[in-house]
Structures are given as C-alpha cells and as structure tokens.
C-alpha cells in the first residue's frame, strides 16, 4: 500500500522491528525505537516552530542520524522536504531557499560556520546540527575540546539547535497526509544542464521502496541483521529513495557513511555484517583499489547496485571477478533511474539481465523510446527514453506553482521525457546510449562519446576516463579523451596502446583526436563526472 506518507510506510511494520538494530553511525546502533521516537520529537518541535503541512523546511545535512530525523518528521507532519547538498555555496543555498519559501533550514554546524552570519543578516531561521548530538556529555567534551575543527562564527543566540529538538515533549500531531502529497524537493545535478527542481510525491518513494525490496534475490523479508551501506546521501534521489526509505522501511541496518571514503566504505564492509551496497560507479571504482577490499568478508555481500552514471563493463568485470575469488556469489547489477522519477526505473536481477542493458523496467513502470517528433519508435529503435510510473514526479517548481516541462499524456499513461537517449529491445531490457545532451555532432555525424569511452576503459592501465567533445578550427568539433592512468604505468606508451584500440574499434568520427592525461576527473558533488569542467 504505497497510497500514504513516506512515514507511514516506514513504521508500517514498526512492531516486527521496534527492537532491531535501525542505523549504525560512527561506533553506535541506535535502535528502531530509538528512532522513531526521536522523529516524533522532533515533528513536534516543528509544529512548535510554527510549521504546518505544506509548508517548505530546508535541509542541508550529510550522511549523519539527524538528516533522517529531520526528514521523516518534516514528513509526518505533512511539510515539504527541500533537499540541498550541504556543499553548495551560499549564493546557491539562499537561492533554493527563496525560490522554495522555505520557513526553516537545518544545517551542519561546521558548514554552517563559513555563512553564519549572512544567513542571519537575510532572515533566515536556522536549526544548528552536529555530530556530537548522538554523543554522551564525556564523549562530546572531547569531540569539542580536542576536534580538528572548532566553530567560531555561530551565536549560540541567534539560532536553534538540534539538540533541543530532540528533547521536545511528545504531543499528538493531528494531520491529514496521503501518498500524492509533494513530499520532497529534489534539485537535479546539472551536469549537463541548468540544474531543476523536481517535485516528488509520497507515493513515488514508496513504489521505488516496494520494487527495490522485490528485486532483492530474497523477496520482501524483514532484512532483520543485515546491514545496507548507506554512502549515497539523503539529498541525492537514489540515495534517499533506495539506501534510506527502502532499507530502513523493511527493517534493514542503514551503516551511514558520513562522507565519500572508499577506504572507510572497505572497512565498514568488513566490520559489520553489510549485505547490501546501492552506489554510483565512481564509488565501486574507488572501492576494488582498495587492497582491504578483498577477503573473506565479501561472502556476505549479497546485492550490489550501481546507478546514477553508466557502469563501464571493466569495472564490473573487475568487481564481479574479484567477489568470485573470495567465495562471494554477489555479482555488480547496473541499474537506471533519474531524479525526475524518484531515483529507480529499471535493474538487472539474478532471473533477468542482459550484458549492456540497464535492465528491465521495475513494478509497472513503462519505458519506451520517441523520435523527435513524438512518435513511439518500433523496438530496437534508437530515441529518447521517456517513462510512465507511480513514481514520476508531480512537476517541476516554478514559482509558487509546478510546472509540466518534460511531462506529456501516451496512450492514457503520464511520461517524463529522461534527456537519455537509447532503446528497448524485443524482451524488455533498456538500452542506456548517452546523456542527448552529450551526443556529438563530428561532420555531421551522430558522435556517442559512450561507445570511445567504453573502448578505452577496457585497455589495461587506464583507471578512468571520459570523451567529450571540443571545438576544432577546421572541422568545428572532435572528440577528446581525458584520461586517468593506475599508478605506475608508462603514460607514452599508454595513450598508444589507447589510439590503436581505437583506431581498430571506432569509426573516425568517433575516435579521440586529442588526449589528456588528468590525476582525477573531476566530479559534481553527486559523485558524477562533471563533463561541463572539463576543457
């Protein structure tokens, strides 16, 4: 039963697990009890904070407990969730907040520390956030006194802090919720475009949560003992929709990676008993460099899903191979999704894949592939990927109204236009070909930088790389190839082993005309390749 809030369905099953292990931070496991408790405090915190249903609450938290009590109370009380990544900029936050009137911001005390005072000077009303809010008064003397990094610009009398939410007295909170309430504000990465801000139901989350959970080789079991690692945050779709509302709705342990380790993300694998990994494929390449990565401890790795970007096929290689020799069943599945239809669309599974595919589309979502024009194209058929699902959001924020950009009516059946372009074949797998806005056009040819890129990550020694293309003065654009080397290996002769695949697998519009060589490519703060940085 999807048709309620994302609370609701959270504790649906609340007494089969209130005693069960809910998520594990730093050195502590804190309960379901624990948490519902402490979301129920903090609900009636913002009631008394003079938040009502419909009303917008910023929140702009890494990976720590607070961002999912802060979440599911905004929720339960029927408020909106504007999900900001607690990187951005100032100019960028305050932007979000006033296009979203937003009544309330929770934020990290060691961001918040660097835009304190500008925050107040605009009027905003800020809840402070710590670490150390989970901490005992001994261990938050030392965490304060002997941390790295103390706050100097925070006055203690010009905000509220967390720390009173969770001791609000519990009060009964009368609201009437439903599954097509606008539940979240999610603003998209924009890689390649202005970035937007999609508007996403209730209901959504809660499909994604029952077809995640009904992919799992084990079906919809209570996952009482096993743990998920929970490295995609909360203001990223897949991270809220798969690693947090899924995993903690059907009572699984949610280890929270406070931030991007791949070193800490190996050595949670080994210490608790992590059965579950939802990534993108930045997070997996850093995670098989890692000599600590492999051992016994991946027999209990069940399900790996990688999203969010494309997965190239040496990585999954790479990570499969490497499970299999430690005695591990876990293979990579490569999945697809987009902000716009909160986070999941389709995956691979143990019963259905297809080497290429992004698998088939999960529960009654429907995918099919439109020519410019709007027509639905035959299976097999290139075009832009377009979706119908319960899980399609309601519309972009426009002003104080959603606007239908990207949505349009089929066949009786809501579609959100993806940008993606690709195809279904005769069985039902999607095909994912490239970003539209990445397609180049070399002489007038449909260029897939894809297709360079898969080639050149195949040759041995090259880490990482990406292809795009760049403005030429005789032939208006080429491709250029940005490359990453593993450590150690004779650049020269790389980039040569490199062109003769090329030139062996790719026709000439294709094929990279340039290359460089980069210690790292760089990456949005969702963890994707940021093309529009590259030069």
């Given at each position: ?12 099953n609340?007494?089969?697990?209130k ?7 730093l ?7 624990f ?8 609900a ?27 979440f599911y109370?905004v929720?339960?009380i ?5 999900m ?6 100032y100019?960028?936050?305050?932007e979000?907040m ?5 009544k309330?911001l929770f934020a ?7 835009y ?9 009303k ?19 006194h ?5 706050c100097?610009?925070i ?6 802090f967390?720390?009173n939410a969770?001791?609000?007295?519990l009060?009964?909170?009368?609201v009437k ?5 606008v539940?979240?504000i999610?603003?998209?990465s924009?890689?390649t ?7 996403l139901?209730?209901?959504g989350?809660?499909?994604v ?8 080789p ?9 743990a998920?690692l ?20 059907f009572?699984y342990?949610s ?6 380790s791949?070193?800490?993300i190996?050595?949670k694998?080994?210490?608790k ?8 494929p ?9 000599k600590a990565?492999?051992g016994k401890?991946l027999?209990k ?19 499969d ?13 490569e999945?697809?999704?987009?902000t716009e239809?909160s ?10 894949q ?26 097999g ?21 959603l606007a ?13 236009k ?8 005769e069985?039902?797998?999607v ?9 180049e056009?070399?002489s007038?040819?449909n ?8 080639v ?7 880490k ?5 293309g760049?403005s030429?003065s ?19 002769a790389?980039?040569?082993k ?5 030139n ?5 519009w ?7 060589l980069?210690?790292?490519l ?10 529009k940085a590259?030069r």
């Open positions: 039963m999807i048709n309620k809030s994302m609370y609701d369905f959270l504790f649906a609340y007494n089969d697990k005693n069960d292990v809910a998520i594990c931070f050195y502590k496991n804190f309960s379901y009890r948490l519902k408790d402490e979301i129920d405090r903090v009636c915190f913002l009631v008394e904070q003079g938040i009502k249903k419909g009303d917008v609450v910023t929140v702009a938290l890494p990976n720590i407990p607070s961002s999912v009590s802060v109370a929720n339960k029927g408020a909106i969730a504007n900001v990544h607690p990187l951005v900029p100019a960028l936050l305050k979000r006033q296009q979203t009137n937003s309330l990290f005390d060691l961001l918040l520390d660097a304190f005072n500008e925050l107040i000077n605009d009027g905003f800020v809840v402070v956030c710590k670490a150390n809010d989970y901490l005992t008064d001994f261990e938050s003397f030392f965490y304060t002997f941390g790295k990094k103390r100097k610009n006055d203690k009398t010009k905000c509220l967390f720390k969770q001791k609000t007295k009060f009964n909170i009368r919720t439903c599954g097509n309430d539940a979240v999610m603003h998209s924009g890689t475009d202005k970035s937007k801000s999609a508007c139901s209730n209901e989350f809660n499909y949560a029952n077809n995640v959970i009904d992919v799992l084990w079906g919809s079991k209570l996952g009482k003992g096993m998920s929970a490295v995609l945050p909360t203001f990223h779709a897949f991270g809220l929709g798969v690693s947090t509302h899924t995993m903690l709705s009572g342990q280890v929270m990676i406070p931030k991007y791949a070193k800490l190996v050595k694998i080994r210490q008993n992590v059965g579950i990994i939802a990534g993108v930045t997070m997996f390449a850093g995670m098989v460099e890692q990565f492999k401890k027999k790795l069940k399900f790996a899903f990688c999203g969010g970007d494309k997965l190239a096929n040496s990585l999954k290689n790479k990570f191979t490497i499970v299999a020799r430690y005695g591990g069943s876990c293979v990579l599945d999945g697809y999704g987009l239809a986070g999941v669309l389709c995956v691979n599974t143990r019963k259905a297809k080497q290429g595919s992004v698998g088939k589309p999960v529960g009654d979502t429907v995918v099919v592939a439109f020519d410019e024009k709007g027509k639905p194209l035959q299976n058929t290139m075009g832009e990927l377009c979706v119908s699902s319960p899980a399609v959001m309601k519309g972009y924020l426009q002003g104080d109204k239908d950009d990207g949505l349009f009516v089929f066949d009786d059946k809501r579609f959100v993806t940008g993606d372009f690709g195809y279904v074949d069985q039902g797998f095909f994912f070909k490239q970003r539209q806005k990445r397609i056009k070399v007038g040819v260029v897939f930088p894809a297709e360079a890129e898969q050149i990550l195949q040759v041995e020694g090259v990482a790389c990406c292809v795009k760049v030429h005789a032939k208006g654009v080429v491709m250029k190839a940005f490359v990453v080397a593993d450590n150690g290996v004779d650049q020269n790389l980039i040569c490199i062109k003769d695949e090329c062996e697998k790719l026709d000439k294709t094929q990279p005309k340039f290359y460089e980069l210690n790292d760089p990456l949005t703060p969702f963890g994707k390749i940021d093309y590259l």
